[in-house]
């Protein structure tokens, strides 16, 4: 397994920051005092590919902001079977959530799929940005609707939508997964065969 390490360039570390910012202003304004608070909370990290992030059978630690890479989310079947339920590239946060927020031992895997920069932070500065920081609350209540109704849209679709039409949508609105993540994953996050799946690209 492969660990990650704090970026220390300064300029690189700015720019990290930068995304953040903006993207937590497509949802709300943040203030100077915000973002200077913002700075002290979170670790700038680079994670090599095949990086687990966190583990299954552990307490996850941390949240992580992608500003680059792709990340999955996964966790074994019955069978020992790895089952992706997440992809996703930056710039978003990615976490195991339910566990994260509850603090529960979670049964999920964060695995590096590419090259990963990140920002992270512990749930103790979690409670401390929502505390203190003007923005945080407010951030953390939109940012959990979105992951509900994300997380309804994907039961939805994997029980109303063909194999063929699950992966049109997903080539439509994420096509960087689908030019940087290879197959087997895509195939595993669909809940398509992989045969199956070759065979749908192959008629596309």
């Known amino acids: ?114 090259d990963c920069k990140l920002l992270r932070i512990s749930r103790e500065n979690v409670s401390k940005a929502r505390d203190v920081g003007i923005t945080s609350q407010e951030y953390s209540e939109k940012m959990l609707q979105y992951y509900v109704e994300s997380s309804k849209q994907r039961m939805i679709d994997l029980t109303t939508l063909t194999a063929k039409e699950r992966y049109l949508k997903l080539m439509h609105n994420r096509p960087t997964i689908i030019k940087n993540v290879p197959l087997i994953y895509i195939a595993s996050y669909l809940g398509i065969n992989p045969g199956s799946l070759s065979r749908i690209r192959q008629e596309i």
């Open 1 to 114: 397994m492969k660990r990650y390490s704090t970026i220390q360039n300064q300029d690189e570390v700015n720019h990290l920051f930068q995304v953040f910012f903006d993207y937590v202003r497509l949802l709300t304004a943040i203030p100077q005092s915000d973002q200077d608070y913002c700075r002290q909370l979170f670790e700038p990290v680079y994670a090599p590919k095949n990086t687990l992030l966190e583990t299954q059978g552990t307490v996850h630690k941390y949240h992580n902001f992608i500003v680059s890479g792709f990340i999955r989310n996964y966790h074994l079947d019955g069978k020992q079977r790895e089952v992706t339920i997440d992809i996703n590239d930056g710039p978003r946060f990615f976490t195991s959530y339910n566990h994260f927020v509850h603090q529960t031992v979670s049964n999920e895997n964060l695995h590096c799929i590419t």
